[in-house]
């Protein structure tokens, strides 16, 4: 059996920048805390939980001289302006392609747009988006979502979570064009496309790879929206698509009668649980490859 290891593995460019924000970070002196899991990765949370990151859920117990880092995927405007208030400092470790989409959500919303956002509703990174459009925005998950909206204004503003696939996002854009275009009802629509060229180089590179191999290994936190995804891509084109978060999960009865297995991972997913990964398969190969 041998190994195919995707062009596109470990952290992206905001995930790396927001570890590398907190560890440095938690080599000075103080309390260090986030709202919620810095990245979705609860292997690499753990680990810089054990250098000195305290995962909360509410900031009720914070205290004047502590210090918020704000995660990955954003906070409320709200929340930010609250934790301020209080006298906590903060270190903003928010993805530039989040904060990108937040900025152009606010700036719509400004400018008198109703707001719509592509993609998954209870995502802490949709939250954040909609919270910069004074909590106002709509968000459609699939084409059923674009049937019930009910905008209010003649001009519409559209983005997309940064993780979102090209496809869906393309789709859903289609039919609310389709819906406002029949009704003659809109003055002006402005489409962002807010998708992160790494998440999008994920999604094809996982439909590459996946369309060589007998079996598909997807390696990323159950909770990571992209990991999901890719999962999701692979599972289209390979039947036994495993998505794992660490190399104990893998079951060797999987990989019986197989050739080649492909290996890819999400976003927030750190190499050494890849290289992890793949000593563990390493057991049954003759010859990693990448591409």
């Known amino acids: 059996m041998k190994v195919k290891i995707a062009k596109h593995t470990g952290f992206c460019f905001g995930v790396r920048r927001a570890v590398n924000i907190a560890e440095d970070s938690l080599k000075r ?4 805390f986030c709202l919620g899991a810095i990245i979705h990765n609860p292997q690499e949370v753990h680990r810089l939980f054990e250098k000195g990151l305290n995962i909360i859920n509410d900031t009720k117990h914070l205290k004047k001289g502590d210090t918020l880092i704000i995660r990955s995927h954003g906070l409320l405007p709200d929340l930010i302006d609250s934790v301020k208030a209080k006298g906590i400092d903060l270190i903003d470790a928010t993805c530039p392609f989040v904060k990108k989409a937040q900025n152009i959500s606010r700036a719509l919303k400004d400018e008198g747009f109703d707001v719509v956002v592509v993609g998954e509703r209870e995502h802490p990174e949709v939250k954040s988006i909609v919270g910069f459009a004074s909590g106002k925005a709509e968000v459609v998950e699939n084409i059923k979502d674009t049937r019930r909206l009910k905008l209010k204004n003649s001009r519409i503003g559209i983005l997309a979570q940064t993780t979102q ?5 393309h789709d859903l854009v289609a039919a609310l064009l389709k819906r406002y275009n029949a009704k003659s009802n809109y003055s002006e629509v402005r489409i962002f496309n807010t998708i ?3 998440s999008a180089d994920r999604q094809q590179a996982a439909g590459k790879i996946s369309s060589v191999c007998d079996a598909m290994l997807v390696v990323g936190g159950k909770n990571s929206a992209n990991s999901r995804r890719l999962a ?3 599972k289209s084109r390979v039947k036994r698509t495993f998505h794992i978060e660490a190399a104990k999960d893998i079951n060797p009865k999987w990989f019986k009668k197989t050739d080649r297995v492909g290996v890819i991972s999400g976003a927030s997913t750190p190499d050494w649980i890849i290289e992890e990964v793949i000593k563990k398969l390493r057991k049954k190969i003759h010859s ?3 591409g």
Do not use: H
């Not at 002196?29 to 260090?32: A, V, W």
């Not at 696939?165 to 996002?169: A, I, L, M, T, V």
């Open 29 to 32: 002196k103080g309390k260090y």
């Open 165 to 169: 696939s090209k496809e869906n996002f």
């Open 196 to 198: 992160c060229g790494d």
């Open 232 to 234: 999701n891509i692979c």
């Open 288 to 290: 990693p490859q990448r």
